[in-house]
């Protein structure tokens, strides 16, 4: 199955968190869209790793996607090996998707950084012939960086105004990670975490009203590439629907 546009997150949840508005979005444009988890997540504090599962498929429903899956790299322990990176060379060749999400390379989570590392790597590894998994080689057209928990000067920001409420409500399939009205577990404790908290999904939320506002909408989402942006017209470019104000 060929996607348009196919994201990586370390666990379930992180692609939901840091692109979630993005991949509703492109799938109510008619792209095809997946999300790829390194592990499965049994780790967490909270859940399990079949809770996490069915929360997972239920948050790809909501999001419109075409492919979820996990891999089998066990969780708290995703390192830069070689065999990861076959693992996500394959899905790449798999899925031959325009763009790649990876996580941002820096984050308090070592396995987040290390999915951002080993994402990277394969994403231009898929692209050489002789590295055989016993598929035909493929480069994504772009690698795109995801905002997680430390925040960048972003190359651009998504208007997700109209994909957010399926957004928070992929994220709230995650009834086993995050605090939901209702639940009495909200101060700090034993088996609390900081997503588990009842504000966490308050400050996705003003982040995600923060980088609207940098670009005049509701709702935005942040990214970041590592090379130039290539613009053929500049006038055109940054016409007067560009931004909504002169810096
Ligand atoms: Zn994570």
Redesign the pocket.
């Known amino acids: 199955m060929t996607l348009d546009a196919l994201a990586f997150?370390?666990?379930a949840?992180?692609a939901e968190l840091s692109c979630g508005g993005t991949l509703v979005k492109l799938a109510g444009m008619g792209y095809k869209t997946g999300v790829v988890a390194l592990t499965r997540g049994e780790t967490g504090t909270r859940g399990s790793a079949e809770i996490r599962a069915r929360e997972f498929a239920t948050a790809a429903e909501v999001m419109g996607l075409t492919v979820h899956k996990m891999l089998d790299i066990p969780d708290g322990r995703v390192e830069v090996t070689w065999e990861n990176k076959l693992k996500i060379i394959a899905e790449i060749r798999a899925h031959r998707p325009r763009l790649v999400f990876a996580p941002y390379w820096t984050d308090r989570?070592p396995?987040?950084e290390n999915a951002s590392q080993l994402v990277r790597a394969a994403a231009y590894l898929a692209g050489l012939k002789k590295i055989e998994t016993g598929q035909e080689s493929f480069r994504p057209v772009r690698l795109v960086f995801c905002q997680?928990r430390f925040e960048f000067a972003p190359s651009f920001v998504v208007d997700v105004s109209d994909a957010h409420a399926a957004k928070m409500a992929a994220i709230r399939a995650y009834a086993s990670q995050f605090h939901l009205p209702g639940q009495a577990d909200a101060s700090p404790g034993p088996g609390q975490t900081l997503i588990g908290r009842p504000e966490f999904l308050e400050l996705i939320e003003a982040r995600d009203r923060r980088f609207g506002a940098q670009i005049g909408v509701r709702y935005g989402e942040a990214f970041l590439i590592r090379e130039a942006l290539k613009v053929d017209d500049p006038v055109a470019f940054f016409g007067p629907d560009y931004l909504w104000t002169i810096p």
Request: aromatic share 0%; charged share 35%; proline share 0%.
């Open positions: 997150g370390a666990h949840d992180d989570h396995d987040h997680g």
